[in-house]
């Protein structure tokens, strides 16, 4: 086992200017006359009790024909090797906190209420770690992280470290939730309906329910800064989770998000328990990211939606829009969703139809 190898002692600039001195046979007034000082003043400087100021090492180089740079270097690291030397509550928060911040956003988080302990304190950072990580001295892999993503971009500086917090979330949460055995055939019956739970008064809710009795858990949780997270599917034990972050809080994007983590589940719920993805980082899983995204397309009918919306591409009416709604048997802001999303119609136009997912949703799913 190595160690740090330290002086015997901790020389200061005095100590240097003592041996100068008993070479040239000094007594402390000559010195003292020598520099324009007080005798008090050169007692403290020689017993490293008084800083050396620019000023008195130039003086002191013109005294011992040295640089003035040398005195300052040396009274810096008396000074650097004496504050090493002492335990400091202060340098301790000072690291904890600074190595936290470099794996979350903590600020806001702490405005989102994430923590349960008092984050200012070590003993606070320690504790969150411990249940972010499970061990409060992990450095946590961003390799290990085992659920598909559905992102819009992302940015490698944050992105890796960012999501696997956001993910450790996710997983606190579900860990609270008691759900019944997987039924993968319930699951399969929601898809086929998705486009009539779309028109339900209370679709949104009333999917999250059904969802709930065949085992799959769901829950919003908000997005963190560079995540650029909409949602996201994984599996705990063997129920699979999806996660809607809300970050596009419209009504259409609630639509696609649940889609596209069905997708995922029905299609990749083997990749999943194994762990293996990480759609920012891998070729196969972006290849997953296009069947899901081809999967959910096709549960909300998004060939037939462009197919009849492209003929009105330059003169599209509120009625046209609810014709194909009405033909399809899928509600109107996931159509509009749909054609604004391939550029048939501006974002601009029918503003009413775009309404907030999370408002509609109900409170016991909505964690933070």
């Not at 100068?20 to 007692?43: C, F, P, R």
């Not at 340098?91 to 794996?103: C, D, G, N, P, V």
């Amino acid at each position: 086992m190595s160690e740090t190898l330290k002086p015997f002692y901790n020389p200061g600039p005095g100590d240097i200017i003592k041996d100068a001195m008993e070479e040239l046979g000094w007594q402390q007034d000559d010195l003292a006359e020598i520099l324009g000082l007080s005798l008090k003043s050169v007692n403290l400087i020689l017993n490293n009790k008084q800083a050396i100021t620019p000023e008195t090492a130039e003086l002191l180089g013109k005294t011992f024909s040295t640089s003035a740079e040398m005195w300052l270097n040396l009274d810096a690291k008396y000074q650097l090797r004496k504050l090493e030397e002492k335990p400091s509550d202060k340098k301790e928060l000072t690291y904890a906190k600074a190595e936290f911040r470099k794996l979350m956003p903590v600020s806001e988080m702490k405005k989102k209420g994430w923590f349960e302990n008092d984050v200012s304190t070590v003993c606070g950072i320690n504790a969150e770690r411990k249940r972010i990580f499970g061990d409060e001295k992990i450095i946590p892999q961003t390799d290990s992280m085992k659920f598909c993503a559905r992102q819009t971009k992302f940015d490698y500086d944050y992105t890796l470290t960012y999501c696997n917090v956001w993910y450790q979330f996710a997983k606190i949460y579900a860990e609270k939730e008691s759900l019944p055995a997987f039924n993968k055939a319930g699951l399969e019956t929601i898809a086929e309906n998705l486009c009539a739970y779309t028109l339900q008064k209370d679709g949104i809710n009333k999917i999250i329910s059904d969802l709930h009795s065949c085992g799959v858990g769901f829950f919003v949780l908000s997005h963190l800064q560079k995540t650029y997270l909409d949602g996201a599917a994984f599996t705990l034990g063997e129920n699979p989770f999806i996660v809607y972050t809300a970050r596009y809080d419209r009504v259409d994007n609630f639509w696609f998000v649940i889609a596209h983590e069905i997708s995922h589940i029905l299609l990749h719920l083997k990749h999943l328990k194994q762990g293996c993805l990480d759609n920012m980082d891998s070729s196969a899983s972006s290849e997953l990211e296009i069947q899901a995204d081809a999967k959910a397309s096709e549960l909300l009918h998004t060939d037939e939606i462009l197919e009849l919306g492209s003929q009105y591409r330059h003169y599209f009416t509120l009625d046209r829009l609810m014709q194909i709604s009405k033909s399809l048997q899928i509600a109107a802001p996931v159509v509009l969703g749909i054609l604004q999303h391939y550029k048939i119609i501006e974002w601009k136009k029918f503003t009413s139809l775009r309404e907030s997912a999370k408002e509609k949703i109900n409170e016991e799913f909505i964690k933070g």
